[in-house]
């Protein structure tokens, strides 16, 4: 189905055509004020400039020869060049039935086929999944969910970090604490000797006890290093162990994900991509453009016009290891192999944008993608405390994914307590309110902003808050089972009564919109405003209406159709959000 903006813009581009312009000019955009028209085109201002004329005088022919399709309610020239439109009730009932009747509920469909790689979640083997995580998780998870709707091919790969140092100082400290077992053997044989089960207990805890101790104690770094240069030349006991230490990880990280709707099409590691360093490194020699320096391989990516000072790329240690940069640009060859994506989206922290541009200038430097294939970091701001600084437990450590996931639980489950409409399991309920709260909470800010994680506010089931948006699913839930419609029903909209209506309708319209936004910003909050706007507009009609007991058949019979389409379009973009909705609470 075709967006509501382009079919307005193919109107006006044919009215500038008519009145001898370029039709190029005609392209029409959401008004940005509302209050005064639904769409505008601003294309009268160019006009202006290439047939030298006043702008009005452009908008004001353009406007008449608009005025003959009979769509408009109110097509005018406003000074000094602005051409304002609003729709007839007719023409936007219309256009909403056509959703309705839509197997994609308006949702765009991409005209040409497109595959996506998006890397995000990427936590770090042996390393509690902490909040950190949380941001890239559920932004990457929204990406994913709207890209494929609209008819993408996606690959959604997790990119866990597995391979650095991190996995060196694990093994050290495990070599000191269990030096009996095998695989610390110079002899391990992997067809014989086997790795213990790995205490959970101790596997979340043995990476900041190394991490602190490398600190203090210079030759367990050194000891850590070697082991992760040993690691990456695949020593047999130490490979063993370090597969036990990634399966251990994956299987707490999925369920963990899980519980925040997030999965992934590929679990693959930075280790993964270790068979396409060898390739790499002679690309980058055979194109002239790695050098040593200081011992280790280096690529230049400082340009001309940059105003910062950017270090080269490191691809290789003195010791011959390999770092965070190598393992991104192998998996770059690696992901051009596999699916030859038309664009690969790295959903990570902003403050690792550096460490991007570095890998993005050197994979263009040496081709390992066609020009035409996008490589872009989406960098988002942090979480914080009420305080404004990165957000902590009480005690000012880190919390972790899963005792968050539960206090807001316990917060949901307190606003349920008494409550007599929640049917079904009460705790269950709470879990989705809680993850809902979290999540919405999260996604509705601009990706790059920080925001604040305000629990007490994201519970709250006024505003904008992912419960207010539960809230209203299960009000309209109420009002189609006590008249008795299957939600899956198609009803028609028979026209458009009230203002609130209107405005219902207007935002459903605009729905379509907001995918395409959101994936050309990569800003799942588009979505987020719409449903909010939906949400609560909804209130309002429900509140001057009363659906139920209205005697005017037509108009009873249309307002529930609307409520059903409400609810099909919130309902579908909770799921594009990776938000469960609950029946009733
Ligand atoms: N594992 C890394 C971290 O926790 C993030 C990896 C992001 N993805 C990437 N391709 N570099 O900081």
Redesign the pocket.
């Known amino acids: 189905m075709r967006k509501i903006t382009s079919i307005l813009s193919s109107y006006v581009s044919e009215a500038f055509k008519a009145c001898g312009y370029d039709p190029s000019l005609g392209s029409v955009t959401v008004s940005d004020r509302m209050d005064l028209c639904q769409f505008q085109c601003n294309g009268a201002f160019a006009a202006a400039k290439l047939y030298k004329k006043a702008p009005i005088m452009v908008a004001e022919e353009v406007a008449e020869a608009l005025k003959k399709e009979g769509i408009f309610k109110v097509v005018e020239a406003v000074k000094p060049g602005f051409i304002n439109m609003t729709l007839t009730d007719e023409y936007l009932v219309g256009y909403v039935n056509e959703i309705v009747a839509d197997e994609h509920t308006g949702v765009p469909q991409s005209q040409t086929p497109e595959t996506i790689v998006i890397?995000y979640g990427?936590?770090?083997v042996a390393k509690p999944l902490h909040i950190g995580h949380l941001r890239s998780a559920i932004i990457g998870e929204a990406l994913k969910r709207i890209a494929r709707e609209m008819g993408k091919t996606v690959y959604a790969d997790v990119?866990l970090?597995d391979w650095g140092t991190p996995m060196g100082l694990v093994i050290a400290e495990y070599s000191e604490r269990h030096p009996e077992w095998a695989c610390f053997k110079e002899d391990f044989d992997p067809e014989k000797d086997e790795v213990p089960a790995l205490d959970p207990d101790e596997l979340n805890e043995v990476y900041p006890y190394a991490s602190a101790k490398s600190k203090k104690d210079e030759a367990f770094k050194e000891k850590a290093h070697r082991i992760t240069h040993e690691l990456q030349n695949h020593r047999p006991g130490y490979y063993a162990l370090w597969r036990e230490l990634v399966k251990a990880s994956i299987s707490d990280i999925k369920s963990n994900f899980e519980k925040l709707n997030v999965s992934f099409d590929l679990w693959y590691g930075e280790s993964d991509s270790d068979a396409y360093i060898p390739e790499l490194v002679q690309i980058l020699k055979d194109k002239g453009l790695l050098y040593e320096s200081e011992g280790a391989l280096v690529v230049d990516v400082q340009e001309p016009g940059d105003k910062i000072n950017l270090p080269p790329v490191i691809i290789k240690k003195s010791d011959d290891s390999s770092i965070y940069a190598t393992t991104?640009l192998a998996?770059i060859i690696q992901r051009e192999r596999d699916f030859k994506p038309d664009r690969i989206w790295?959903i990570?922290d902003k403050r690792q944008a550096m460490h991007f541009v570095q890998v993005f200038r050197c994979a263009r430097k040496a081709g390992l993608v066609p020009d035409s294939t996008e490589l872009r970091h989406l960098g988002f701001g942090t979480m914080n405390g009420a305080d404004g600084k990165p957000f902590k437990t009480r005690e000012g450590g880190v919390m972790r994914l899963s005792d968050l996931i539960k206090t807001a639980t316990e917060g949901a489950l307190e606003k349920l307590s008494g409550s007599e409409y929640v049917s079904g399991d009460m705790n269950e309920t709470a879990q989705k309110i809680g993850v809902a709260a979290i999540k919405f909470g999260d996604l509705c800010n601009q990706p790059a902003k920080d925001y604040v994680f305000d629990l007490g506010k994201f519970l709250s089931f006024d505003g904008k808050t992912g419960t207010y948006l539960l809230y209203t699913v299960t009000r309209i839930n109420s009002i189609l089972k006590k008249a008795g419609i299957d939600y899956s029903e198609k009803r028609k909209i028979t026209g458009i009564y009230t203002d609130a209506e209107r405005e219902l309708a207007l935002i459903i319209a605009l729905s379509g919109e907001t995918y395409t936004k959101a994936i050309d910003d990569l800003a799942p909050c588009v979505l987020c405003d719409n449903a909010y706007n939906l949400a609560s507009v909804f209130s309002r009609f429900y509140h001057d209406n009363r659906i139920l007991s209205e005697e005017d058949e037509l108009k009873r019979n249309s307002w529930l159709a609307l409520s059903l389409l409400t609810r099909r379009v919130i309902t579908k973009q909770l799921d594009m959000l990776g938000i469960d909705y609950v029946e009733n609470m």
């Open positions: 890397d990427a936590p770090n990119h970090g991104d998996t790295y990570v």
